[in-house]
């Protein structure tokens, strides 16, 4: 069955940067396209960015674009988020998410907590 | 960017219910419209896509309908385990929008 594994987050002070990972399982990963969407505490869904299935086409939200790239390592069937100049608001639960055709979900991760704060 | 409005933003309603949940998009989006559940402390789970096709293990109770700019999903006797916060998403255009949720409580 599909399994989509967060990890790497964490508490980070504002400024510094944080990776996050993704670690896919129970399907060919190489074949489809992610999304990463964040939840802000007592907030609703915001949508970060995509990536196609071969990491050729990336697309971001305003909020995070220049600071936040989506990455892929299709050998290793990780997904990963590499944000830089962290912020206050972008404390929030961070959840990678599988398309089952491009840009439609089927399955999400459990998701992993990213605390913004000196 | 395309803005999703949700109504109600929360609702109480009983055991057995019949429950219909409006999106609205600011702009035609087509059928390119999904809707996602979510209980407390838990991801978002997938319900419908191309905004009235179920995902796959999801019970026809749940169905949707629309296009264009309106949008609107039905539970057809809600249980308690429908009790949680659903959302709509546009993904005709970047970047993608959620709507901002509604609630749905018990009575």
């Known amino acids: 069955q599909v399994q989509l594994v967060e990890s790497g987050g964490g508490v980070v002070q504002p400024g510094r940067s944080l990776r996050l990972s993704c670690a896919a399982s129970?399907?060919?990963?190489?074949?489809?396209?992610m999304h990463w969407v964040r939840q802000a505490p007592g907030k609703g869904l915001e949508w970060l960015a995509v990536i196609s299935y071969d990491g050729n086409k990336k697309y971001y939200a305003d909020s995070v674009k220049g600071r936040f790239t989506i990455s892929r390592d299709n050998s290793e069937n990780m997904l990963y988020l590499q944000m830089n100049s962290l912020r206050a608001e972008d404390t929030a639960v961070y959840y990678c998410a599988k398309h089952k055709t491009w840009l439609v979900t089927d399955h999400w991760g459990q998701g992993t907590q990213v605390t913004v704060s000196s | 960017d395309i803005q999703m409005t949700q109504s109600p933003s929360s609702l109480s309603a009983s055991v057995g219910d019949r429950v219909t949940i409006t999106c609205r998009a600011s702009q035609d989006i087509n059928t390119y419209l999904a809707w996602f559940q979510q209980k407390p402390g838990k991801a978002p789970k997938s319900l419908i896509y191309g905004a009235s096709s179920l995902q796959s293990g999801v019970t026809s109770k749940f169905s949707g309908s629309g296009s264009g700019t309106d949008f609107t999903l039905t539970i057809s006797s809600l249980q308690p385990e429908d009790f949680a916060t659903y959302y709509c998403q546009q993904y005709s255009s970047y970047p993608l929008t959620f709507g901002g949720g509604t609630k749905v409580e018990i009575k």
């Open positions: 129970g399907f060919s990963f190489s074949t489809y396209g």
